[in-house]
């Protein structure tokens, strides 16, 4: 893995490109230095050996020159040339005069008979040999000696110098490119545990650590990066515990909580928004919420928030709510990187009931009152006007005051009862109460009603069966019950009441009655306030509407619950379960 690392093969290439320029340049420099130290050395023996033979040459006759050139080649290994001014060669060691040319052109020639030391390097045309020349003048005998070595040996020598430096030099760059590619290796391993690191970083994985390094660059950056992780870490576990608490808020809110962009998209909903849209969780990120929702007027209001930036706060009925109400607070959610909308869902399903039930509770009221104080006026009105001398109608006129004002004391008291069950401070201790008890009581209560409407009233075995709760609620709960049955049945129909244990630890009190029965529209509303299925009837028997009310609330007051079952015409079957004591 290290050697195809890209900084690997970097660092090595350009090791073996500065050691191949730092070799080449020290051959070149060696190899000028050792060209021009032996040139020097080879200037200085000429010169040395042409100051000693200038003064024998004085003393040798002309016809002898040839032979003396010939015995101090011999002698001193050195080419000697006499030559005129004139340029004509009088005498050569390796050469016949005669056939030589001219020398008068030569450079170390010209320099010598203008009196100074002339030095050439050239390639001799005569002996076909590369030559050092050294031409010293003699101005007393009137020519020039010429000194000159063959420069194959200087070449030889320093080829062969040049060659051990080659040698060396590839041995340097043998060791060199050893030394570079393992501290290459080296470097790059520690890169790359560096960037391995790093990259953990990016993925928020910190269970590796960074072995020390050295105390160089590299080992500054990865302390740095192992601090910048430990405190990147910190951050992480921070930001994910404050995650995972608003994560805990948000879904436990009974408030729905939707976040979207500008583009309309999902960010962020819980559970309580899920549940309120019939979506089911997860919802997708960035999902368009035209495919999440369908209500024109709450998209509408988004937009309008997105568009304006200015909250709004808005009561709707969604889609797909299943009729519940929601009071909506939108809004605009600024952050740097884009626009988006925050909308908060308060389900006010259970306001809107409660508000309805109480406006028709005044409604209802006010209703059931005026009725019976109208007519107490009007008969009283009547009375007062004359009518108390009438022997004939004056009693009726009191007797229909009387039952008025019954009536009016009927509504009364049931008002009173429901709203001491609706106190919690007005709840007395739960006691132990025996249900065959209860229900004696409550057969025995409406015995006589029973008899004017020729009803039968039966009842099955109550065992030990108990419950707990107050007594004298449940009494009057199966009071009313029983009254009803009776009150709305048929002449000769029948009233039944049944007790039984249910299996999971529950007592079932059930009254069923032969009577005209309940319209299925109206089952869902017989237990609000002043509720009638029939109200003409209702007040011929003298109700007041609240009895049924008065039966839920004892009921679920005792931990219960009730549920009724009627058909039209054939009767109805209310069903009181109590947890058994």
Not at 52 to 61: A, F, K, S
Not at 69 to 74: E, G, V
Not at 330 to 339: C, E, K, T, Y
Not at 481 to 510: H, M, Q
Request: glycine share 8%; proline share 4%.
């Amino acid at each position: 893995m290290t050697g195809q690392s890209p900084i690997f093969r970097k660092l090595l290439f350009s090791a073996v490109l500065l050691i191949g320029v730092t070799l080449l340049a020290v051959d070149f420099y060696l190899t000028r230095y050792m060209d021009g130290h032996e040139t020097a050395q080879a200037e200085r023996q000429l010169e040395a050996q042409g100051g000693i033979l200038i003064g024998e040459i004085g003393r040798i006759p002309p016809a002898e020159l040839e032979n003396w050139a010939r015995q101090i080649q011999q002698r001193v290994q050195t080419r000697i040339t006499i030559i005129a001014t004139s340029g004509k060669v009088l005498a050569d060691s390796q050469h016949d005069p005669e056939s030589m040319e001219n020398h008068a052109a030569r450079p170390e020639v010209v320099q010598a008979m203008s009196g100074q030391r002339g030095i050439a390097r050239r390639h001799s045309a005569t002996l076909d040999v590369d030559f050092l020349y050294l031409a010293l003048p003699a101005h007393a005998d009137g020519f020039v000696l010429r000194l000159a070595v063959p420069l194959g040996e200087m070449q030889t020598t320093i080829a062969e110098v040049r060659r051990r430096i080659m040698l060396a030099s590839l041995f340097a760059a043998a060791l060199s490119l050893v030394v570079a590619y393992l501290f290459a290796r080296a470097l790059s391993r520690r890169i790359g545990r560096i960037q391995v690191f790093a990259d953990g970083l990016l993925n928020a994985n910190f269970s590796k650590t960074l072995a020390p390094e050295p105390a160089d660059e590299l080992g500054m950056l990865a302390r740095s990066l192992s601090g910048v992780a430990d405190q990147l870490k910190n951050m992480l576990d921070a930001l994910r515990l404050e995650a995972s608490r608003r994560e805990a808020i948000l879904a436990s809110m009974l408030d729905g909580v939707l976040a979207v962009d500008s583009e309309m998209r999902v960010t962020f909903c819980n559970g309580a928004f899920a549940r309120a849209v019939g979506a089911s969780m997860p919802i997708a990120e960035r999902l368009p919420l035209l495919e999440l929702l369908h209500d024109p007027a709450f998209l509408g209001s988004l937009m309008r928030v997105l568009v304006t930036g200015e909250p709004i706060r808005q009561r709707l009925m969604l889609a797909h709510s299943a009729g519940r109400v929601f009071e909506v607070q939108a809004s605009p959610l600024d952050d740097r990187v884009r626009r988006g909308v925050i909308a908060i869902f308060h389900d006010i399903t259970e306001i809107e009931r409660l508000e309805r039930v109480r406006r028709d509770f005044v409604a209802n009221v006010s209703h059931e009152l005026r009725t019976p104080l109208a007519a107490i006026r009007g008969y009283a009105e009547t009375l007062l006007d004359g009518a108390l001398e009438d022997p004939g109608n004056n009693a009726k006129f009191v007797q229909v005051i009387h039952s008025q004002a019954v009536r009016l004391n009927n509504i009364a008291a049931d008002l009173l009862v429901l709203s001491e069950l609706e106190s919690e401070k007005a709840r007395p201790a739960p006691e132990r109460i025996s249900i065959r008890d209860a229900v004696e009581t409550a057969l025995r209560t409406v015995e006589s009603a029973a008899g004017v409407h020729d009803v039968r009233l039966s009842a099955g075995d109550c065992g030990d069966a108990a419950i707990a709760g107050n007594r004298i609620r449940l009494e009057q709960a199966l009071v009313n019950l029983l009254d009803n049955a009776v009150k709305f049945n048929k002449p000769g129909g029948e009233v039944r009441l049944d007790v039984a244990r249910s299996g999971d630890g529950k007592v079932a009190i059930t009254i069923r009655d032969t009577g005209s029965g309940i319209p299925e529209e109206d089952i869902p509303r017989i237990f609000e306030r002043f509720y009638r299925t029939d109200k003409a009837r209702s007040r011929a028997v003298g109700g007041t509407g609240l009895g049924l009310s008065i039966v839920r609330h004892v009921t679920e007051s005792m931990g219960g619950t009730v549920a009724v079952e009627s058909q039209l015409g054939s009767g109805s079957t209310f069903t009181l379960l109590f947890p058994e004591a």
